[in-house]
């Protein structure tokens, strides 16, 4: 059981706009920790996708973006590619735990 | 080129040990924290350990504490999981990162090293 929610899968048609969420507690998201987006595609290792909440690392394409409020954050992806079919994690810091939380993943199709 | 990359794993017996390595070239190896993270068959990622950058901090999670350690040396540019105790459930993919904690997140991660617990 993952400290950090996520739905299993989502998906969308190319060129459609699809939303992840990551659902933590006080003791995470809600604690002002910042949320990472990571995304993995198959066969690979994970890639940091987004940083800080909502910053993109050097390479991403601004077809991804991320946000946070409260004790939930979010991950877009618009303008949906076949190349996005990948499963994506959130990750953040637990101050129950003392340590780094990983969501349970959210495996993305492309219909 | 920023690479990590990891070496040690293999098959081990339950109850067995193993020594994970991680090598670092491209960058300032002593500035940063290190992680390791595992991901089991068909599952998700796990954080491990992770350790500060002089090695006078080290965290893990509660399923390893006790069986499990993580180390560094500078001089090498090295992270190192010694794995002590292991169970089946410690079959994994395990990857180094480098760690830039709080509001950064992991950015640099390795190919990964496969460790099967298994009699």
């Known amino acids: 059981q993952s400290v950090l929610t996520q739905p299993p899968s989502v998906s969308g048609a190319p060129g459609q706009r699809v939303t992840i969420s990551c659902t933590g507690s006080?003791?995470?998201?809600?604690?002002?920790?910042?949320v990472h987006w990571y995304q993995q595609l198959p066969g690979t290792a994970p890639k940091l996708l987004i940083y800080?909440?909502?910053n993109r690392p050097s390479g991403v394409p601004d077809r991804f973006s991320g946000s946070k409020s409260g004790t939930s954050a979010s991950l877009a992806i618009s303008g949906l590619q076949a190349e996005d079919e990948a499963d994506y994690y959130c990750q953040s810091y637990d101050s129950s735990l003392s340590g780094c939380v990983f969501g349970s993943g959210t495996k993305v199709t492309v219909l | 080129e920023v690479q990590l990359v990891e070496s040690g794993g293999g098959l081990v017996q339950p109850g067995g040990s193993l020594r994970l390595s991680c090598a670092a070239s491209?960058?300032?190896?002593?500035?940063?924290?290190m992680s390791w993270v595992r991901q089991a068959p068909g599952k998700g990622l796990e954080w491990v350990a992770n350790i500060k950058q002089d090695g006078s901090e080290k965290k893990s999670v509660d399923s390893v504490k006790g069986r499990f350690s993580i180390s560094r040396d500078n001089a090498k540019n090295s992270v190192y999981l010694q794995m002590n105790s292991l169970r089946a459930e410690d079959t994994a993919v395990y990857y180094c990162t480098r760690d830039r904690i709080a509001r950064y997140g992991m950015d640099v991660w390795g190919q990964g090293t496969t460790v099967t617990v298994s009699s």
């Open positions: 006080s003791s995470n998201i809600g604690a002002g920790y910042d």
């Open positions: 491209g960058f300032t190896f002593s500035s940063y924290w």
């Open positions: 800080g909440n909502s």
